[in-house]
């Protein structure tokens, strides 16, 4: 099945300052990856996704980028915010029905 | 549009109890799942159906039964419950599994002592 890896498991940055929050997945055929943020006691939430047909991705701050040749995509997140601090998810699937999750990032933005 | 309702949001058990933790679903989404998160674990499937009828396991499945009568409602059971199921589960719907974002619930936060 699919495996996904994320890194690293805690990031710390300065407000205005860039994140950048790495995955990579073992299973060719998949063709999904979102990016989900979860807030202390809260729900995950989607953020972003691309799909494998897609290079990049972005949204206003936030953008991710696919390499399906290394098995990898990216997070980032320009002009950090206080309330950009959270757990973010990575996730890698589409293909059997199944999404594997990274075991998440915490992100703190310092003021 | 309710989107995804947990229910309980928080349960106490001791361990051989058995409990059901209620899924219920108002996007008429095909694809629902359950997940259990645990500190620096991630989110792990524990099992997931794809219609009505229709269920399969996940990465983590022992422990639970599932069943899918309805495109509405997808009730996780612990039949008896141990210490090592104490977390917090998540129940998710997506429309179809390839290439769109599931929609989580609240969560329940499940102990067991």
């Known amino acids: 099945g699919e495996n996904v890896e994320q890194h690293p498991s805690t990031l710390s940055v300065q407000e205005g300052d860039s994140a950048v929050i790495k995955c990579t997945y073992s299973?060719?055929?998949?063709?999904?990856f979102p990016w989900y943020k979860q807030e202390l006691g809260k729900r995950p939430q989607l953020i972003i996704d691309?799909?494998?047909?897609?290079g990049e991705k972005k949204d206003q701050r936030i953008a991710v980028t696919l390499n399906k040749t290394a098995k990898h995509f990216s997070l980032h997140i320009t002009e950090t915010q206080p309330e950009d601090s959270a757990v973010y998810f990575c996730?890698?699937?589409?293909?059997?029905?199944?999404?594997?999750f990274g075991k998440g990032t915490l992100l703190t933005v310092n003021p | 549009n309710a989107g995804v309702t947990q229910t309980p949001k928080f349960q106490v058990l001791k361990t051989g109890q058995s409990m059901t933790l209620q899924c219920a679903q108002d996007?008429?989404?095909?694809?629902m799942s359950w997940y259990r998160q645990d500190p620096g674990m991630g989110l792990r499937l524990i099992h997931y159906?794809?219609?009505?009828?229709?269920?399969d396991q996940g990465e983590v499945p022992n422990g639970y039964n599932v069943s899918r009568s309805t495109t509405e409602d997808f009730p996780l059971r612990l039949l008896s419950a141990a210490p090592s199921q104490t977390s917090v589960y998540f129940c998710?719907?997506?429309?179809?599994?390839?290439?769109?974002?599931?929609?989580f619930g609240d969560g329940t936060r499940l102990s067991i002592l």
């Open positions: 998710a719907s997506t429309p179809t599994p390839h290439g769109q974002p599931q929609h």
């Open positions: 299973d060719s055929a998949s063709n999904y």
């Open positions: 691309i799909r494998s047909n897609v």
């Open positions: 996730g890698g699937g589409g293909s059997n029905y199944k999404l594997t």
């Open positions: 996007m008429n989404h095909e694809y």
């Open positions: 159906s794809v219609g009505a009828g229709i269920t």
